[in-house]
């Protein structure tokens, strides 16, 4: 079985600030990793992903998240937050190859304080 | 949410109604998904469909039904039987590895 643990159910950051989102994972087998963001009453909107390569991803809106084989992590950060930037971030892991089934975190809300 | 469109944004269902909630994607992706969303709880799969006339179950499946006659639209049908159906609907359509979602149904029993 997969899991995906995200350990704070909320973040705070003053703006201007570096961010920094935990994730960690199980999986047996090598993994595709996901970022998505979701703001009140929308979809989840993909922001960023790790399939095989430099360890070190970017994604959209200057995140990036950094795969950690040995720890079994995949941390999203940002350089300095924005209050735009507060919604909730969800991560998400899944198997290599066809159309495995993708499981979720229970999601950490961003709150980025001007 | 681009290339997904869920329909409709609210709706509101009596107890004992079956109701439908449409999902449309352009994006020409095989697979589409099922997931509901309650607070504090994350996303969890309801059915999903790898290819036209095809579809699983997922880990909440009881109480709901989905069809897959063309490979833009995976509706998904909630039932009478579904006893707690209150929740936020999201669909979405895969590529190779990424899943897109659309803006989603929020659904509310009277």
């Known amino acids: 079985a997969q899991s995906v643990a995200q350990p704070e159910d909320q973040v705070n950051v003053a703006e201007g600030n570096p961010l920094t989102v935990k994730c960690t994972y199980s999986v047996s087998g090598n993994p595709y990793l996901f970022w998505y963001v979701q703001y009140p009453n929308r979809g989840l909107q993909f922001l960023l992903k790790?399939?095989?390569?430099?360890?070190l991803v970017k994604g959209s809106y200057g995140f990036e998240a950094e795969f950690n084989k040995s720890q079994t992590s995949f941390h999203l950060k940002k350089p300095s937050a924005l209050v735009s930037d507060s919604a909730l971030y969800f991560c998400a892991v899944s198997l290599r190859g066809g159309y495995q089934k993708v499981t979720f975190g229970t999601g950490t809300k961003l709150q980025v304080i001007p | 949410d681009g290339g997904i469109t869920q329909s409709p944004k609210y709706l509101f269902r009596k107890e004992g109604q079956n109701v439908t909630l449409s999902c449309e994607q352009n994006l020409n992706h095989d697979a589409m998904y099922w997931y509901r969303q309650d607070p504090g709880q994350g996303l969890r799969l309801i059915y999903y469909?790898?290819?036209?006339?095809?579809?699983q179950k997922g880990d909440i499946a009881e109480g709901y039904s989905v069809s897959r006659e063309k490979k833009e639209s995976f509706p998904l049908t909630v039932t009478s039987a579904q006893k707690n159906p209150t929740a936020f609907y999201l669909c979405?359509?895969?590529?190779?590895?990424?899943?897109?979602f659309g803006p989603g149904t929020r659904l509310t029993v009277l």
């Open positions: 469909s790898q290819i036209v006339n095809d579809f």
């Open positions: 979405a359509s895969r590529n190779t590895d990424t899943q897109y």
């Open positions: 790790y399939i095989t390569g430099d360890n």
